[in-house]
Each structure stands twice: as C-alpha cells, then as structure tokens.
C-alpha cells in the first residue's frame, strides 16, 4: 500500500534524528496501534476539530475515514467547526465536510447536544478534542453533554485522551454552586480541575455527575508516557491552537491567570492583541507604576513588565492601552487564579475611581459570576478590593474534589 507523501517525509526526519519523538502518544495513536479493535463494525460518529490530530498532525478525521475496518458516519463539531473554518461565536447547523463528503452537525448552534435525530444511525460516538484543562472553557461541557445524549439513546461513548496542557498536579478554585450551572460551567468542578478529559469523564460518569445521574457506556483509550507532573511542552506534542485566543501551548496557564477579569470587559486582558490574556491594561493605566507596584508583591512565579499596546480588534481596538505583561516564570509555584484578583487589587488602589464592578454593565456582571461559578467571590472581593477577601473561599474545595477525583486518575 503505498504511504502519502507526508508520512514518508515525517518518517525520513525521524531516521535522520530531525524531528524528535513525542514523549507521549494521544489516545487516537493508541486506538490505531490498537488497530481500531473498539470500533471496528460500528457505525461511527466523531466530535473533533482541528485539535484532533496524531503527533505528524493528521486529522483524527481522515484517519477513522481512511481506516478499512472504521465506518465513519457522522461528524459533530463544537464552535469553530470540524475543519476549524468557522469563526468564534459563528452560528452553523449542518453542512458537509468537503474532504470526506460526511454530515457535519454543529453543536454550537440551536442545539450545544446531539439530538436524537443527529445520533440516528450510530452506534459508537468518539470523542477527541484538545482540552485546556479549565472548567469555562467549553469543551468539557460539550463532552458531558454529548454523554448524556449516547446514555439516552443507548449508544456507546469512547474518549481518546489527551493531555491536560495544565497537568494533572494543579487544582484551584471553588466548584460550581446551585443556580450557577452554565456551559460555562456544566459541572461541580473546580475552575482548574487537574484531570485528563478521560479521567474527567470517568468521574462525570461514575460520580452521577451528569444531568439525572444518567450513565453512558464509556471507554477510554488512554495516553502513553503522559505523567501527572507534565505540562504541555513535557509531551513533545504539537499544539494546534484550540481556538484562535489560545494560539500557544502557554496561553492556557495565562487563560486562568486573566480570562475571569476579561469577562467584565473594562480592562483588557490582551485578548485583540498579539498576546491574548497575558496583559492588563486600560488607557488610563501608569504602566511603570503598576508594574512597580505588581513585582513589590514579589508573587511566587510571577513577574510583570511595563508595556504599551494598540488592540488590533475587539472593544478597545486602536485605543493606545497601557499596563502589565505577566510573566509565569514558574508555573509549580504561581497561583494562578489570584493573579487578576491581585491586579484588581493593586488596580484599585491607584484608581478607586476605576472600579471594574462599577463600570461593567449587568451582562458581564453575569458572565463573570457564571465563569467563577458562584456570585460570592465577587460579593465578597468588591467590599474591599481586597484577594485575601476571597482567597479561603476560592480554595475550600481544593482538597476535598483531589481526594474525590483520586480513584478516577488514570496516570501517576
């Protein structure tokens, strides 16, 4: 059988020594290794995008479609699309993907869960999306969803695991509390879970986590070589930006560090720029000054620098913004969720007249409760401005939800 060109050209650099061998294979690889056994006679449905790729990027796509024994019928894919071809927020229902000529069924569209309809057909549906291991990004919701979906219409469900470019050692955050649930926040989870989506699946599944405690058949294929100590760049692993404001293998440890503050939408959390939430900055900011004051902190693993930017799109395009890069110099030892409260705090005590909660209008008010999943934190940190204000409650779950998750990790 004759090989595309592309994996003989992957194959000569990895004899010439060009190209090094990832540390870790994704679930996809250990599937195909596996000869697609768990599949094989079934009609097959696949949640993916463009982070669904083996470690020479190909599509996991065109590898169930190009497997002899796979019957790929269907496609699903969360906002941006399958191929990756739509943009954020992009409302899409069906279409047909243009390379295997399949059905492609939004879930970003009138419905976030597959419809019976949709599901009509399959009898295993697969999924294999690149996570960035924190609860408001929308991913985990989509997969939970999508079990609950497989477990009502009796249809089997398979992960293919990857990593958690977080690891698997860090945990911050409160769990989401009663009348917070959202797709920003679909489960009793804290903000930075410290779980695999496999193991995260396991546990929604096995704990009754899911709507009505309904349970799917699930089976995980899970990684090799991927510790709990790794962060994305220990796996030797190409990263496909998971959605166009998450273009590195870094951003997502910035994502925790600012994407809460960014839901009030006064101060730019770099997101319009070139190093999206990796800045704090407004038009009014000193940006020596904060930046004084911010390393004073002397923040374990964190620095900030000065800087000066012009948001090429998004609310304060074209607008000269002054602030803070953040810097995570090591990512063990920082907090990373206390960096934007920190900010907040110090932004307050140059500028009592900028209050971000005073200044934010209902809506953003609302989204920034949901992405904490609870309206405490703010109630408690907008008396004073103050992270020791909020500090315990963020972290009293911390403990309990390592020791709960503990019999569902999958790697040591």
């Known amino acids: 059988m004759k090989r595309p060109l592309y994996t003989l050209l992957a194959l000569l650099l990895l004899s010439n020594g060009l190209v090094a061998q990832p540390k870790v ?18 009609r097959v449905g696949l949640i993916t995008n463009p982070t669904g790729v083996d470690s020479r990027l190909k599509s996991t796509v065109d590898i169930l479609f190009e497997a002899a024994d796979v019957r790929l019928v269907a496609l699903f894919g969360p906002e941006h699309g399958v191929r990756g071809d739509h943009l954020a927020g992009e409302k899409i229902e069906k279409y047909l993907d243009e390379r295997t000529k399949l059905p492609v069924y939004s879930l970003y569209g009138k419905t976030r869960r597959p419809t019976p309809e949709m599901l009509k057909g399959i009898d295993v549906l697969v999924y294999d999306l690149q996570d960035i291991g924190c609860r408001s990004y929308t991913y985990i919701s989509t997969m939970g969803l999508a079990m609950e979906a497989a477990a009502e219409q009796s249809i089997e469900f398979v992960v293919l695991d990857r990593p958690n470019p977080l690891g698997g050692e860090k945990v911050e955050g409160c769990v989401v509390e009663k009348g917070f649930q959202s797709f920003l926040g679909q489960f009793t989870i804290p903000y930075v879970y410290g779980l695999t989506c496999g193991e995260l699946a396991t546990m929604l599944n096995d704990n ?28 030797g692993l190409p990263w496909v930006p998971t959605s166009p404001h998450i273009p590195t ?21 770099g997101v319009g720029y070139t190093l999206p939430f990796q800045m704090f900055a407004a038009e009014w900011i000193d940006a020596e000054r904060l930046a004084m004051r911010m390393n004073a902190l002397k923040l374990d693993g964190v620095m900030f620098r000065p800087t000066t930017f012009r948001p090429f799109y998004g609310r304060s395009k074209d607008k000269k913004l002054k602030g803070v890069e953040i810097y995570i110099t090591d990512y063990a030892k920082a907090e990373l969720i206390s960096i934007q409260f920190l900010l907040l705090q110090v932004h307050y005590d140059l500028y009592p007249d900028k209050n ?8 953003a008010i609302k989204s920034f409760d949901k992405v904490l999943g609870t309206d405490e934190v703010r109630k408690r940190f907008s008396k004073s401005m103050r992270w020791e204000d909020v500090k315990e409650y963020l972290n009293k779950d911390v403990e309990s939800f390592k020791k709960k998750s503990r019999k569902y990790l999958l790697y040591q």
């Open 208 to 235: 009754g986590m899911l709507t009505n405690a309904v349970k799917c058949k699930l089976t995980v294929v899970p990684m090799q070589g991927w510790k709990r100590t790794m962060t994305f760049e220990g796996t």
């Open 25 to 42: 294979k994704p679930g996809i690889e250990v599937l195909r290794e596996r000869k697609f056994d768990i599949l094989r006679g079934k």
């Open 356 to 363: 971000p909660f005073e200044m934010a209008d209902a809506n």
């Open 249 to 269: 293998q870094l951003t997502p440890q910035y994502y925790v560090g600012t994407g809460i503050l960014g839901e009030l939408g006064v101060i730019s959390e």
